[in-house]
């Protein structure tokens, strides 16, 4: 079985305006499109990031804004190249109906797919349900101004450590769309709830 995809932002999931983790975080510039950008980062989030792609155990795509330009945010936070869902420069409705159609083209390959979107998640409604009925996603949609949390990374941690639903031949909560043992089940339906208030 072929690992999950990772799909994943940047603006209100790496960068963040209170990351927290439990230290100081990091800041930087990044360039796009001829414009600077301010960047703020907890160092522990990307640390477990890097960790999992160098493990093998996911495969990370880019899936944001950043995309034409994520060398940028690659050479930023210390991470290896990426790969990206698109390349283009794609803003807005574009943007949003692009990270949709990615994260569709996943699932339609058989691949089991992590998509983590400040804004785009789907957390309920047709969308949601499109995504997870096969029991193959886990959707994070974390706080804008927090970015990914620890609790949302040992989501996803246990998802991509889990057996495939097919592999092992059990069903799979329709609640989160996690194939996980059952602590990662309840992080990811409480995740599910969580704020997705749009960034200021």
């Not at 160092?43 to 795509?61: F, M, Q, Y």
């Not at 089991?112 to 349900?129: A, I, M, S, Y």
Request: hydrophobic share 40%; aromatic share 6%.
């Amino acid at each position: 079985m072929d690992r999950p995809v990772w799909l994943l932002d940047v603006d209100g999931v790496i960068n963040a305006a209170r990351p927290g983790w439990g230290g100081a975080p990091r800041t930087g510039t990044a360039y796009s499109a001829g414009d600077v950008y301010r960047m703020r980062w907890a160092p522990a989030l990307v640390d477990r990031i890097r960790s999992l792609h160098h493990a093998g155990r996911v495969e990370i795509r880019w899936c944001s804004t950043w995309c034409p330009d994520a060398d940028q945010v690659e050479r930023l936070f210390g991470l290896p190249r990426l790969g990206r869902a698109w390349s283009e420069h794609l803003t807005g409705t574009a943007a949003a109906t692009a990270k949709l159609a990615a994260a569709r083209q996943v699932l339609a390959q058989g691949r089991r797919l992590v998509w983590t979107d400040d804004v785009e998640v789907p957390t309920q409604g047709p969308g949601h349900e499109e995504l997870t009925m096969s029991g193959r996603a886990l959707l994070i949609a974390p706080s804008p101004r927090r970015g990914l949390q620890p609790d949302h990374m040992d989501a996803v941690e246990d998802f991509v450590a889990a057996p495939a639903a097919g592999d092992r031949g059990l069903a799979t909560s329709s609640t989160s769309g996690a194939t996980s043992p059952d602590d990662a089940l309840r992080v990811a339906r409480r995740l599910l709830g969580g704020d997705i208030a749009p960034a200021p």
